[in-house]
């Protein structure tokens, strides 16, 4: 507080002194008879005050106030498979057999930077089986029809082989785009004719999981 009062004091007595002198510089040159002379001695005043005048300015422009604004959001993470069943996915002929017909379309979405698996279990397959997929009767559960699948984009399938009841779909080492990816799930299965009369039928289960 003492400093502020002593630089105010300091710029007071300054301006004082300022205006005195101009006073004086003003007698001076309205003293002089000469016309030439006097009109000499105004333009050097009015340069000096020309002079003066932007540090003044300048002083007064260097006065700032500032303040900060913090803005965001929040990306929330996706992780979703949307499974779409397809007409006739469960009634298969399996008298006739099937081949190669899309059981449904997959939606893969996942926006993490690392990417995601995509896993299928399926409800028939025996822990200990290796590549068996089967559709098991309702009524009576040793009645087995073998079938195959194929997963991936839509002709660009690949086969799904289980192993101990589970089989790796697809492995992505980067997020999707908004829209997602889209894959097709197909099914062969071979002519049962000898297959015993029953309801056959798996339940497949597909998850997507990020890393």
Known sequence: ?????????????????????????????????????????????????????????AEDLQRTSSATLVIGGVVPPVVQLTVIPQPGNNQLNLVAGETDVTVATVNEKCNSAKGYTVTLTSQNADAGSDGASLLRGINNRNNQIAYTLKYGPAGQEQDVRLKNGAAMLAKQDNRTGEAGLNKVLKITVPPATGAAPDTYQDVLTLTLTSK
Do not use: D, Y
């Open 1 to 57: 507080m003492t400093a502020l009062i002593e630089n105010s004091a300091r710029r007071e007595i300054s301006r004082v002194e300022t205006t005195s002198q101009l006073r004086g510089t003003l007698h001076s040159i309205f003293s002089v008879k000469t016309m030439a002379t006097r009109l000499t001695w105004i333009q050097c005043l009015l340069l000096g005050l020309a002079l003066i005048t932007p540090v003044s300015l």
